[in-house]
């Protein structure tokens, strides 16, 4: 006969993620459904608000430098937004994509100054 030994146990360090393994590994529906309706009934995040008139899109082209491909579809969407004309969207072409989103955002800036005062 094969005798069963009991696995070694011990205090988990961090609680929340205990019992999220537990809630993982458990085949209880009703603990399932009680933590879905939970997270459901929890408010959702707004998204963040710009409070300077710089658009997301470009904040984050400013962290992540834009493909040449990406760069012209940002000037495009500019140009179809009214930020820029057709002469600045040709000007704009002719630089780098890193330095074309500097300038851009630096418009849209003053821009924004412009409509708040």
């Known amino acids: 006969m094969t005798e069963t030994h009991e696995l ?7 609680r929340a993620m205990a019992s999220t393994l537990r809630i993982w590994h458990t085949r ?9 309706d939970g997270l459901n009934a ?21 962290a992540h430098p834009p493909t040449t491909v ?3 579809k ?6 179809g937004d009214g930020v820029l004309t057709i002469e600045d969207r040709a000007t704009l072409a002719t630089v ?3 330095e074309g989103v500097a300038a851009l955002r630096a418009r849209m800036a003053v821009a924004a100054q412009g409509r708040t005062q």
């Open 8 to 14: 070694p146990a011990r205090v988990p360090h961090n």
């Open 28 to 36: 209880d529906r009703g603990l399932i459904r009680r933590t879905l």
């Open 42 to 62: 929890l408010d959702k995040p707004s998204r963040p608000t710009a409070t300077d008139g710089i658009p997301q899109h470009v904040r984050w082209m400013e």
């Open 70 to 72: 990406e760069y012209r």
């Open 74 to 79: 940002l000037l495009d969407r500019a140009v």
């Open 96 to 98: 780098t994509p890193i």
